[in-house]
């Protein structure tokens, strides 16, 4: 028989409260379902809030603090609570039982789920994540999607969804006939043995400026694209030969990265349905002809029209989406399907969805966007060739990481170090991304990329690491002590506020996956490790007295686990020593 799952704190709570809510008003219950509790943001006002007081003032014709005064003497406090208190225009805030509270910490650290709830249940999600352009090479800009996409995926699996992770390939689109028209014409074999991916994207961005000046060259490239649609073998061949070298390059740097994925299909994997998909919508009535190609027009939805079929006769990316969707459908049976894409495509998705329901496909569609990552001095370019390379990238962060571990550990095995730095260097790439509102405009700079201090991957690591330093300390003056004996006291109010954090570490995740924002479990670490670094700093942990000790040493050691599981989520490894 399964061991019940833990029930989110914040839930507990709620529903105590909203209980109480009821017990009080049973004439009324039906308006306090939406009663919830929200934390608050001082240990001064206690662990938990509720502000519900104030929205029912005009319905009891009360006021609120005589609301909030009814709640709180009309009903038994909650097993978790040490005093409710009233404040301020009508607020409620809930102080939480250090004893209970320690009980929790227990039981979130005994949990492999670390009281994560299963709320995916075993239902499919089909996350669109990466997907670059082929036949370039990946530049820094290219970090934002895998990476956000690659910790959102790691998220949903742990809250127990079953991910289908698919890296749909921009290998069928506009760029293969700029590029088949370019190599052909002034391509060197000779570079494309030495240097592949950077002679495709010289002959590329050549052949892209080119057809801004001659209109004959630009629509010959879109010839090479119907054609290479079409089968012809000539296209088919260069085509499938560019797809080797990307895919190698692509996935050097996604390993790299850590970002894994259970499908990579581009484009071409849809290509026998786009026909089917264009006749679909014409046997609807969506699709008509206008100047020769075939338009759905969205009018009543106020979105403009979109193209399914050029009139030179070839497909683009709506009908090849359009396509993906319908076969994502019949393969995964998903309950949604999540694109991460950046912002310049939020129309695209407003109009392949508003499709999508006019044909009835009924699975959520969502698209979660990005925003761009720009230079100081604009946004990157591949056709002018303003790109810094993403290996570069990396190179220079693990460089810059391994001169701070030789400083720091100089009597450190050389291997050894270069594994701390390409951990340590990595991270802090990653971290700088993720940490970001992901809707933000980012800037790239090389100082704020490979940051060692402050909100940052190496700053959380290396709180992870001086957490291993103090278990080995306990270890070496008392060998036999087993901290699983001692139960947890939190007698300082800095331990009370280090145990709250540790509590809300699923409450957290869950909020991850309900905005799809990373960035809420990055700063939730950061105040984690800033909440250990005063606990660390104000209590004495080794000098404690007996008991005393070895519970602060176990609710350090229980920090460490929430540090470790959250920025393994994050795609971020932690050594033990820095």
Known sequence: MEEPQMQLLEEILSGWIRDCFTNTWPDVAQEMSKVVVTQTTTSEFGEYQCNAAMSFSKMLKKSPRDIAQAVITGNRLHESLERAEIAGPGFINLHLRSDWLARRVEAVAADERLGVPDVGGGRTIVMDYGSPNMSKPLHIGHLRSPNIGSALDKIHRFLGYNVVADNHLGDWGTQFGITIMGYRNFGNKQAMIDAPMEELQRVYTESFARGETDDAWRNQCRQELVKLQAGDPDNMALWKEFMELSLQEVGRTYERLGVKYDLVRGESYYNDRLQG???????????????????????????????????????????????????RVEEFKPCKILYLTDERQQLHFKQLFTICGKLGIDVKLEHSWFGLMRLPEGTFSTRKGTVISLEKLLDESEERALAVVREQSPDMEPERQKQIAKAVGLGAVKYADLSQNPQSLVVFTWEKALALNGNSAPYLQYAFARIASVKDKLRERYPDVDLSKHPIQLIDPVEKGLAVKVARFPETLVRVTENCKPN???????????????????????????????????????????????????????????
């Open 277 to 327: 998909v264009v006749d679909l919508l014409v046997q609807k009535g969506m699709a008509r002809e206008s100047e020769g190609a075939l338009v759905v027009f969205l009018d009543d939805e106020k979105l403009p029209p979109v193209i399914v079929r050029k009139k030179d006769g070839g497909f683009n990316y709506m009908t090849t989406d359009l396509a993906t969707v319908m076969s």
């Open 520 to 578: 809420i479990l990055t700063d939730y670490l950061y105040e984690l490790a800033q909440a250990y670094s005063t606990y660390y700093q104000n209590v004495p942990f080794l000098k404690a007295p007996d008991g005393v000790r070895e519970s602060r040493v176990r609710l350090c050691g229980i920090v460490a686990q929430v540090l470790q599981k959250g920025l393994d989520l994050l795609g971020i490894t932690t050594p033990d020593r820095i």
